[in-house]
T-cell receptor, first 113, second 114 residues
Framework: AQSVTQPDIHITVSEGASLELRCNYS??????LFWYVQSPGQGLQLLLK??????LVQGIKGFEAEFKRSQSSFNLRKPSVHWSDAAEYFC???????????FGTGTRLTIIP | GAVVSQHPSRVICKSGTSVKIECRSL??????MFWYRQFPKQSLMLMAT?????????EQGVEKDKFLINHASLTLSTLTVTSAHPEDSSFYIC??????????FGQGTRLTVV
């Protein structure tokens, strides 16, 4: 069965600093990988996705993520965070032919001035 | 992009009553809708999968008689929490997969049972 691990429950970053949120997955083949962001009391917004091809994917709001098959990782990065980036971030995986998403436990991002 | 509209965004109901949550796909046809439950500061847990024109598939441990799901058309899926109790208070989110292999989420419904 596929699974997703987000090792960091809560991360605090200064505004303007760089960010990396970790995500590791467990799946036998190459999965479809996603990062979603959730503001308090809101639904989820897709930041970016990886299906195949270039392992460095660009998303919205200046985010990018890199798929590393050897490490089973799909870490999310942003060079300079803004106060508006404070939210909950979820990594998710699904397999080819299966529309169900499996979510990680989420990482809460706090931005300090 | 594709939009899933979820209504209501917040609802407070008395214990023992039923609450219906609607999810509509606004500009695409959703043959499948996923229903998730999210406890405070936790991840999303899949409750059930609804398919247009057929019975919903429930995840292990989810009471199908408590959480009634109907997917009567290609644009509407509903979740009814029957005989609600305080422990049913939670954030419920729907999601529909699109042809682009991604999923589009509703805005969520905060249910509070008093």
């Amino acid at each position: 069965a596929q699974s997703v691990t987000q090792p960091d429950i809560h991360i605090t970053v200064s505004e303007g600093a760089s960010l990396e949120l970790r995500c590791n997955y467990s799946y036998g083949a190459t999965p479809y990988l996603f990062w979603y962001v959730q503001s308090p009391g809101q639904g989820l917004q897709l930041l970016l996705k990886y299906f195949s091809g270039d392992t460095l994917v660009q998303g919205i709001k200046g985010f990018e993520a890199e798929f590393k098959r050897s490490q089973s990782s799909f870490n999310l990065r942003k060079p300079s965070v803004h106060w508006s980036d404070a939210a909950e971030y979820f990594c998710a995986v699904r397999s080819f032919g299966n529309e169900k998403l499996t979510f990680g436990t989420g990482t809460r991002l706090t931005i300090i001035p | 992009g594709a939009v899933v509209s979820q209504h209501p965004s917040r609802v407070i109901c008395k214990s023992g009553t039923s609450v219906k949550i609607e999810c509509r796909s606004l500009d695409f046809q959703a043959t499948t809708m996923f229903w998730y439950r999210q406890f405070p500061k936790q991840s999303l847990m899949l409750m059930a999968t609804s398919n247009e024109g057929s019975k919903a598939t429930y995840e292990q441990g989810v009471e199908k008689d408590k959480f009634l799901i109907n997917h009567a058309s290609l644009t509407l899926s509903t979740l009814t929490v029957t005989s609600a109790h305080p422990e049913d208070s939670s954030f419920y989110i729907c999601s529909a997969p699109a042809d682009t292999h991604e999923a589009f989420f509703g805005q969520g419904t905060r249910l509070t049972v008093v």
